[in-house]
């Protein structure tokens, strides 16, 4: 998984997978899932990043495996 912030577009994505993006939809205002063309959830970009998450927490990226 690939997490890239950016700045100045004030936009967050998570690329979850390299397939390549066969559509997109907007599942909230601001809120994309790309699909492949299975209809598998292969990235998520948040638009209007700092209005919804703390700047602090765009700083480190915990990830937890159970």
Do not use: C, F
């Not at 998570?14 to 492949?36: A, F, N």
């Amino acid at each position: 998984m690939k997490v890239t912030v950016d700045k100045e577009a004030d936009a967050l994505y998570m690329r979850i997978s390299d397939t390549r993006i066969h559509d997109s939809e907007e599942v909230k205002p601001g809120i994309i899932l790309d699909y492949d063309d299975q209809n598998n959830l292969v990235g998520v970009e948040i638009l209007r990043v700092s209005e919804r998450v703390p700047s602090a927490s765009l700083r480190t990226v915990m990830i937890e495996s159970a």
